[in-house]
């Protein structure tokens, strides 16, 4: 198993422009959970899925931040318009059942 | 809400035991992991307790007492690899984990 995959690696961005993130999980886990962290704040669960249905999106930050998973294996998370604020390293995770959750590698989201 | 706390920074040399401890304040209690972060790097899971007592897994255990809303992570024979930051969290019946804000283990030769 690839583990859980994300993309791009590495965003660099002018504020104001649209940020997609992408995130293919562990096939078979049940549930998804983007999360962001940054040294401030630590880690901040944004937005969780249970069976590709939105279960809990309390801790997105604003209307700016939007997230979709149409299928089992793919979920993006959004951002437009981008601001410096929003520069952080944003984590996808599963899990099956809750138990515990295996991490993407990060995206690393810069916007200057 | 929940909140969780432990120690900001842990040292210890290579070959001791250290303990990390962790409280927390939570409704729906399931059970409490824990995960190690390498600088540059991603949380990986350690450890899940739901039930009192200890689990072993290697070099490390961890600890749950859910009557005192508390736990530990116990890292025996330190190895310099060890240095990372490890955060306890907790898993609710609403599905999802909260994060405590990490524990930096340094850890000198």
């Known amino acids: 198993d690839a583990g859980v995959i994300q993309s791009p690696r590495h965003e660099v961005t002018e504020m104001g422009q649209e940020v997609t993130l992408r995130c293919k999980p562990i096939s078979g886990h049940n549930s998804l959970f983007w999360y962001r962290q940054t040294m401030m704040r630590g880690l901040e669960l944004l937005i969780y899925?249970?069976?590709?249905?939105?279960?809990?999106d309390s801790g997105m930050p604003e209307d700016r931040f939007s997230a979709k998973m149409p299928n089992a294996s793919f979920s993006t998370l959004k951002i437009q318009p981008s601001e410096p604020r929003d520069s952080a390293v944003y984590f996808c995770a599963s899990s099956l059942e809750g138990r515990g959750y295996t991490f993407g590698s990060g995206t690393r989201l810069t916007v200057v | 809400g929940q909140s969780l706390e432990q120690p900001s920074e842990v040292t210890a040399v290579e070959g001791a035991i250290v303990q990390i401890n962790c409280t927390y304040q939570t409704s729906g209690f399931y059970g409490l992991s824990w995960y190690q972060q390498h600088d540059g790097g991603a949380p990986t899971f350690l450890s899940y307790n739901a039930l009192d007592g200890l689990e072993e897994t290697g070099r490390f255990s961890s600890f749950l007492s859910r009557s005192d809303s508390y736990g530990y992570l116990l890292l025996q024979e330190l190895q310099m690899k060890d240095s990372a930051s490890y955060f306890c969290a907790v898993n609710t019946n609403a599905g999802k984990s909260t994060f405590g804000d990490g524990t930096t283990l340094t850890v000198k030769p």
């Open positions: 899925f249970n069976n590709n249905v939105p279960i809990d």
